[in-house]
Each structure stands twice: as structure tokens, then as C-alpha cells.
């Protein structure tokens, strides 16, 4: 397959809904050989943080000196950025291959049981087999949602990580803490390492019978490992980090946000239990150095400032509020959001009463969207600000730079396919490909 024969491939398994599980992923890794055996995983759960996480861990351990694969999703603009290598994304040919490679085995299993490999799935295997041909030391692999069921928890993690717990998803994982946290406890196999980072008492509880049961070593935010301290200067973070089995002083964070340190403190947790020894401070610094977080508090326009960050969830939104708070005290915003149908607008959208002076509801093309009519009077309502719908997303941010004026600043929030075709407007000109976890 060429790419666009490649991507055309991928969009016909769009729509056919996400399907917690793992007979099917298991069947079709068995057919193609097993190829997420062939090297150490971490694998990365948790409510929030874990495409941050995943791509510190990545950087940190390509620093020093391993061939690290990662998987993430969903993609933002392009669908090739779901899988790479050492913070490499793949090129749109190596891609078309990794497609080609996989549709084989998928049309075969297709056609023996009548059941396709969702979206998801495909793009998973897709990532198992890419990093074994790309012969990976090893590889960070982000859960899509929750674990238990999650298509990546048919792979066995060395390291599995989960950065935190909050409400989202609560249909398909459960609407208490204790339900959720046992989901994505799910990826915790035995003889594996547990890192977890700062939640809730009533889930560390689990956590810990969890990795009791299972006799796992774990590894506690706060507890086995710390931040000792952090200062915000130009362009990020200068934090110092107690790890689990050395200590880190100076290291230079380039991301926004503070909730990033904690994704920093939980990555340098789980590399330590991967590498099974202290990092080299050398390498962490020049690994932390490099990362890049697309589409988590990220500026991608001026005259008006025009910023995105992926936060669809409550504790999303309250990071968000912060560190709106924080590192933009003086600005008030032209809010631009979407949100899915399953979002509980009452818990997630009340942080941003006050920043916000003008809201413009929008959707993504996605039949899961809310409509921009009926976001726009949850919005005015809930915010107590002016509130307008505008369905094209394009349109929206049009419409939200012309009431902000060049002087004003636009915040583009509420879901991450919002923010991947926010983005690949602002940067490209062009659509945004489309997704689906």
C-alpha cells in the first residue's frame, strides 16, 4: 500500500465503536507471530498525564543509549504520530508499511471469524510489529482507555505505570474512584513493577493490596519517590526530583503547566524501575530537555494569542484553570470548546468560570460531539458569560480571534480532536485527519 491506499485502509475500520476486550488482539497478535514479546514494555494508564508521561519515559531512556519505540493516542493532526521511535515519529511511507504489514493478518482474521479489528486495535498491533522491526530496546505503550480491557494490555509491561485517577469515561469503567483505579490496575501483571503517581487515598489503598496480591514491587508518588522542588523560569520548569533510587537536581522541564513536574517525577520513577538502577543526570537532563507535549497547553498563534491544551475531563480542566491562573494571570479569554455527549459539563467546565469573558461552542465532526447549540446554552449557563454556537470548527476559532482582537487571547479546549484540527489549521492549513481512539 502507498499512503493515502494505506490511510483509506485504516478510515473504513472508523465507526465500528470501541470494543473492550482482548480475544480479538490476542487472536491477532498470535497470528503475527507475537511480535510485543520481543522487548521490555512500559505501559502507561492513568486518568490524565499519559501521553505526557509516555513521551518523558521515551526521551529519558533514548538519552540513555535505548532504541525506545512509543505508541500513543488519539493522534492530533497526523495519524503517523500515534507510533515512533526515540521521539522520531514515523515517516508517512514507514507508516504505509506498517499498515501494509498488519491489513493481511486482519483481513485473514476477518474472514475466519467475521469480526473485524476495530480502528484502535489496528493501529496497536500496527505499533508491536513496527517496533520489532525497528528492533526497539524497549517501548512505552500508552493505554487507549482504562487497561483491563484496554487492546494494549494483550502485551505484558515489565513497568506499568498509572499517573493518577479522576472521573472520566464512567459509562464503560465505572462511576466510583474504586471502580476506576481497578480498570486501570488491570495492566499490573505479575512479576511486573508498579509505579503510581499522586491519587487518591481511597485508591492507593487498592493499589497497594493490588500489587500485594500480585507480588509486584510498587513505587508511591510521595512516598518512594518525590519532587523536592521546582521553580518556573522562561519556557518551563527547573525542578529537582527524589527518585526511587537516585536524586536529580536542576533538571530543565520546557513544558507549561506544573502538573507537568509530576508527569517528569512519574516518568523518572518508572525509567529507574526499567533501567533497575539510578539514571545518569547527564542523560535525564538532555533527555527531559528535548520533549515536546503538541497540544497540552501549547501557543500556537499570537496577535491574538491562540492556546490549546486537550483537558475534556474534571481534573483536566482544573490543571488547566491553574495553571491558566498561574502563567497567564493577567488574561482573560475568548473561550472556543467542544465536548462528547458522555462529559458531565457540570463537573468539568465550572474551573474556568472567570477566565473565560466569551464562549464559542463547537463540534468535531464526531456523531459522539455535543451539538454547538446545545454546548453554547450549557455554557453561558454554567460560565455566566455571552456564549455562541458555531458547528465548524474552523469557523469557531475565526469568529473567537475576531472578538479576542490582536491584543486578546483565545483558549481552544474541551477535546482533543478539537485541538488536533485547531492545530493543523493553525500550522498546516489543512484538516486534521480523522481519529478515533
Do not use: C
Request: aromatic share 6%; glycine share 10%; proline share 5%.
Amino acid at each position: 500500500m502507498d499512503y493515502e491506499t494505506a490511510i483509506a485502509y485504516l478510515e473504513r475500520h472508523i465507526g465500528l465503536g470501541m470494543k473492550p476486550g482482548l480475544s480479538r488482539m490476542v487472536d491477532l497478535l498470535e497470528m503475527m507471530g507475537h511480535p510485543e514479546s520481543g522487548y521490555p514494555i512500559v505501559h502507561v494508564a492513568g486518568t490524565n498525564g499519559k501521553t505526557s508521561t509516555s513521551r518523558l519515559i521515551t526521551v529519558i531512556l533514548a538519552a540513555h543509549g535505548l532504541n525506545t519505540g512509543i505508541f500513543t493516542s488519539p493522534h492530533l493532526e497526523r495519524i503517523e504520530e500515534r507510533i515512533g521511535v526515540n521521539g522520531r515519529i514515523s515517516a508517512p511511507e514507514e507508516f504505509a508499511q506498517a499498515v501494509t504489514d498488519v491489513a493481511g493478518f486482519a483481513d485473514l482474521y476477518e474472514k475466519k471469524t467475521g469480526e473485524s479489528p476495530s480502528y484502535f486495535e489496528l493501529t496497536a498491533a500496527m505499533a508491536f510489529a513496527w517496533f520489532s522491526e525497528n528492533s526497539v530496546d524497549a517501548a512505552v505503550v500508552e493505554v487507549g482507555l482504562g487497561g483491563r480491557l484496554d487492546a494494549t494490555n494483550a502485551a505484558d509491561g515489565e513497568v506499568a505505570v498509572v499517573t493518577g485517577i479522576d472521573f472520566d469515561h464512567t459509562e464503560v469503567l465505572g462511576t466510583t474512584i474504586e471502580e476506576i483505579v481497578l480498570e486501570k490496575l488491570g495492566i499490573v501483571k505479575p512479576g511486573a513493577m508498579l509505579v503510581t503517581g499522586s491519587m487518591p487515598e481511597g485508591a492507593l489503598r487498592i493499589a497497594r493490596a493490588t500489587a500485594t496480591d500480585l507480588g509486584v514491587t510498587h513505587y508511591e508518588f510521595d512516598k518512594d519517590y518525590r519532587i523536592e522542588g521546582s521553580d518556573r523560569g522562561v519556557g518551563g520548569w527547573l525542578v529537582s526530583i527524589n527518585g526511587t533510587r537516585g536524586d536529580y537536581e536542576d533538571v530543565f522541564l520546557p513544558l507549561r503547566g506544573r502538573h507537568q513536574i509530576a508527569n517528569l517525577a512519574v516518568a523518572v520513577a518508572a525509567s529507574e524501575a526499567l533501567l533497575g538502577g539510578p539514571l545518569d543526570e547527564d542523560a535525564l537532563r538532555s533527555g527531559a530537555a528535548a520533549v515536546v507535549s503538541p497540544g497540552r497547553l501549547e501557543v500556537v498563534a499570537s496577535s491574538p494569542l491562540v492556546l490549546i491544551d486537550g483537558a475534556h475531563n474534571p481534573q483536566g480542566v482544573r490543571a488547566l484553570a491553574s495553571s491558566l491562573a498561574e502563567e497567564f494571570a493577567h488574561q482573560t479569554w475568548v473561550l472556543v470548546m467542544s465536548a462528547m455527549k458522555d462529559k458531565d459539563l457540570t463537573q468539568m467546565t465550572p474551573p474556568l468560570k472567570g477566565a473565560v469573558r466569551i464562549a464559542i461552542a463547537t463540534e468535531t465532526g464526531s456523531n459522539r460531539s455535543q451539538s454547538a447549540d446545545d454546548l453554547a446554552a450549557t455554557l453561558a449557563a454554567i460560565l455566566n458569560v455571552p456564549a455562541e454556537p458555531e458547528p465548524d470548527p474552523g469557523a469557531a476559532l475565526a469568529r473567537a480571534r475576531e472578538l479576542a482582537g490582536p491584543e486578546g487571547a483565545v483558549l481552544v479546549t474541551g477535546s482533543l480532536y478539537l485541538v488536533g484540527a485547531v492545530r493543523s489549521l493553525l500550522m498546516t492549513g489543512r484538516a486534521a485527519q480523522r481519529n478515533e481512539r
